[in-house]
């Protein structure tokens, strides 16, 4: 089994930025994907970024340029992965949820952009 443990969120204005923390522990392996999903009131959970243990990355449409994921996998029993947003939009709410590989879930941060 994975465990998740989320960091990060809270409250920013518009054009701030925030950095999300997850650190996966358990079961994993680094050639295993990480990343982040999201959820804002009323919509879908929608992918926001990935990276591969190679360091291969995908971003949605919406966060290229304002967001950057990235990974530390130096620690065999725990990897990291950390979301830069920068440029926060009232549109980026929404409790962002890790994953590894899809699979496992962490417990969600809630990320509000507002004046």
């Known amino acids: 089994q994975v465990q998740l443990v989320e960091s990060g969120g809270g409250l920013v204005q518009p054009g701030g930025s925030l950095r999300l923390s997850c650190a996966a522990s358990g079961s994993i392996f680094e050639i295993y994907p990480m990343g982040w999903y999201r959820q804002a009131p009323g919509k879908q959970r929608e992918l926001v970024a990935t990276i591969n243990g190679g360091g291969d990355t995908n971003y949605a449409d919406s966060v290229k340029g304002r967001f950057t994921i990235s990974r530390d996998n130096r620690d065999n029993a725990k990897n990291t992965v950390y979301l830069q947003m920068n440029s926060l939009k009232s549109e980026d709410t929404a409790v962002y949820y890790c994953?590894?590989?899809?699979?496992?879930w962490g417990q969600g941060t809630q990320v509000t952009v507002s004046s």
């Open positions: 994953h590894f590989n899809f699979r496992s």
